[in-house]
């Protein structure tokens, strides 16, 4: 069967060709790549040897597969009926309590060292990992065996990357992300809070296309979705520039879409490519809709971009009980300590002086 | 009161032209990276949302700090070299509490800035109390450069790296940029204070000398370095 026929076979499949087209091009371009490359991406998408996917939830919303179901370059269906065998995923599946354990274990062992691993969520690690059981083994004893025969692990979400929200100070449950369990093993990490299922499908393309993952970053996150900051492409960015800043929100700045800098936007130290690939397919993301970035791709973001609205986090003083500051404000206290310290520092060398004056006048009157 | 000092003092040769160009480099472009540094940190109101003309505000001092930021980096370049290379006095085994010499000289200045001594140490360098700060301050100037570097090149690979290794996230690499910022406004209100301070309570007119690059020195002072105190004054 050549391509062509092959193509039209499969836009009778419910999607029309027009629009896998479009997807395979869409993810081309979000991975930098050239046109040319679209006849081998559609090539290999359409491929019989879709390859298979396990899809492990532990400690997290599912507002990452919620995510994923509402894309539309290509959607959900396209997804797992032409691009990957979505061999296991608890929420999608019909199957449950046996049934789903007996297809997971079928997966792993007749697709030993071809399936790609999705995981979702943190991994707690104390007390035995006893904090997430699934048909009564721990999240970590299921990652193990997962991962260890998967081909590549692909970990989707702030809390599969980096540990996310459960993974914040102080932990309770030890939560981990996968790279600091499974080793020897490349790990693509795709954060955010949720992140952009088109970053996650265009990695996907990418592994069926070339077989090997895209080019990472020191945190492992694909480089043509988190090479760059939100701020050097955002579109309030030109207010920043001019020093044009919404003060608070409800403000006449706010309503002229001034840059959000001051009231804690993140944009200016997250790396992602949201306000390029915005969300929902209709050109809306967080600072569009007049709300600062919160650094959500970012590692242990709860912890570090913490308070939202605050440009900078406050700072554990280990005195009085253990009090919050602002660095602004110790910055201040610094300053005005120091300007205390010198002037009376300064007063003591004058009245010293002074004293000494007084001394040596009386000592002469004494001599006379 | 009559005060009793030496009668005589020699004008010794201290502070090496580089130094001198190292120091006021280093004063200059940390003034403007201070200032600049506070308005990038919290930009006031300057537009009252009436936007009359371009002004452009926030790139341009975001430039003139970057700038600003270059001859600091660059004025730190050329200590690190006088550490290695520079005269006596500009080497840190000079300055620093390392040997029983300098601590007692440190005992020494400690005493004399709490009043508790009016003797002042004629010493030819820095003191060991001051050269020790000094020190700390380029520890924290090298740490400043390096988040600087990191904040304005988050997509260069070798400085994202090392970046991401030394202190973790852009946002944490930003509080420690903006802290030591305060450290450094704390650094120059102290130094100014104590060098005026200095210039009423000592003789050897350390002011004058972070132009001139001497010194005065008692000629009746057991002079640390004979040879130095025969000649008068000599570049």
Same mark, same amino acid.
């Given at each position: 069967m050549s391509s062509k026929d092959h193509i039209n076979d499969f836009a009778g499949g419910g999607v029309s060709r027009r629009t896998f087209l479009k997807g395979c091009a869409l993810a081309a371009a979000a991975l930098g790549l050239s046109p040319d490359v679209v006849p081998k991406m559609v090539e290999a998408a359409m491929s019989p040897k879709r390859p298979p996917v396990v899809w492990l939830h532990f400690q997290e919303c599912t507002g990452c597969s919620e995510a994923l179901l509402r894309a539309a370059r290509p959607d959900i269906a396209t997804l797992i009926l032409d691009l990957i065998s979505l061999d296991y995923h608890e929420t999608l599946m019909a199957a449950a309590g046996k049934q789903a354990e007996e297809n997971l274990h079928d997966a792993i062992t007749k697709n030993a060292g071809k399936f790609i691993c999705v995981v979702e969520g943190g991994i707690p690690t104390k007390d035995g990992g006893i904090y997430c059981k699934i048909g009564g083994r721990t999240a970590v004893e299921i990652l193990d065996e997962v991962a260890s025969k998967a081909k590549t692990v692909i970990a989707i979400g702030t809390c599969g990357a980096f540990g996310g929200v459960q993974a914040a100070k102080p932990n309770p449950t030890g939560a981990v992300g996968v790279q600091d369990l499974v080793k020897g093993k490349p790990v693509i990490n795709i954060p955010g809070c949720p992140p952009n299922p088109e970053n996650f499908l265009a990695t996907v393309v990418q592994i069926l296309t070339y077989g090997r993952p895209p080019e990472l970053d020191e945190l492992s996150r694909p480089k043509f979705a988190y090479g760059r900051k939100i701020h050097d492409h955002c579109e309030r960015r030109p207010h920043f520039d001019e020093g044009r800043f919404v003060e608070r929100f409800g403000d006449p700045g706010h309503k002229k879409g001034y840059c959000l800098y001051k009231v804690g936007c993140k944009?200016?130290?997250?790396?992602?490519?949201? *306000?390029?690939? %915005? =969300? /929902?397919?209709?050109?809306?993301?967080?600072?569009?809709?007049?709300?600062? /970035? #919160?650094?959500?791709? !970012?590692?242990?973001?709860?912890? +570090?971009?913490?308070?939202?609205?605050?440009? &900078?986090?406050?700072?554990?003083?280990?005195?009085?009980?253990?009090? %919050?500051?602002?660095? $602004? $404000?110790?910055?201040?206290?610094?300053?005005?300590?120091?300007?205390?310290?010198?002037?009376?520092?300064?007063?003591?060398?004058?009245? @010293?002086? &002074? =004293? *000494?004056? @007084? /001394?040596?006048?009386? $000592?002469?009157? !004494? !001599? @006379? | 009161m009559i005060r009793r000092e030496p009668r005589l003092y020699y004008r010794v040769f201290v502070w090496s032209g580089t130094l001198r160009l190292f120091h006021w480099t280093l004063a200059f472009s940390t003034f403007i990276l201070i200032l600049t540094g506070i308005y990038i940190h919290y930009p006031p109101i300057t537009t009252k949302w009436a936007e009359f003309k371009p002004q452009y505000i926030m790139a341009t001092l975001r430039y003139w700090h970057f700038c600003a930021g270059y001859f600091f980096l660059c004025a730190l370049a050329v200590r690190f070299y006088l550490f290695f290379a520079g005269n006596q006095y500009e080497r840190p085994m000079d300055f620093l509490p390392i040997n029983r010499r300098n601590l007692r000289s440190l005992r020494h200045n400690i005493r004399?800035?709490?009043? &508790?001594?009016? $003797?002042?140490? /004629? %010493?030819?360098?820095? +003191?060991? &109390?001051?050269?020790? #700060?000094?020190?700390?301050?380029?520890?924290?100037g090298v740490v400043m450069g390096l988040t600087g570097l990191y904040l304005l090149y988050p997509e260069a690979p070798t400085i994202a790296r090392l970046g991401h290794e030394l202190f973790g996230t852009p946002q944490q690499a930003r509080l420690i940029h903006y802290l030591l910022n305060w450290f450094f406004i704390f650094f120059i209100m102290v130094h100014l204070y104590i060098a005026i301070w200095n210039d009423f309570k000592a003789p050897d007119a350390i002011i004058s000398g972070a132009f001139s690059g001497s010194k005065m020195m008692p000629a009746d002072l057991e002079c640390p370095v004979e040879e130095l105190k025969k000649i008068p004054f000599e570049k």
């Open positions: 944009g200016p130290v997250t790396y992602s490519n949201c *306000s390029v690939e %915005r =969300f /929902c397919n209709i050109g809306a993301w967080p600072v569009g809709a007049g709300h600062g /970035c #919160i650094g959500c791709t !970012e590692p242990h973001f709860w912890d +570090t971009m913490m308070p939202i609205y605050k440009h &900078l986090p406050g700072i554990y003083i280990p005195v009085g009980g253990g009090i %919050r500051e602002q660095a $602004e $404000e110790i910055g201040k206290v610094a300053v005005g300590g120091a300007a205390a310290v010198i002037a009376a520092h300064a007063a003591v060398g004058i009245g @010293k002086k &002074l =004293f *000494s004056i @007084k /001394c040596t006048s009386k $000592e002469k009157e !004494e !001599e @006379k | 004399f800035y709490l009043y &508790l001594t009016d $003797e002042h140490e /004629c %010493r030819m360098g820095h +003191t060991v &109390l001051a050269g020790t #700060i000094y020190f700390i301050l380029f520890i924290c």
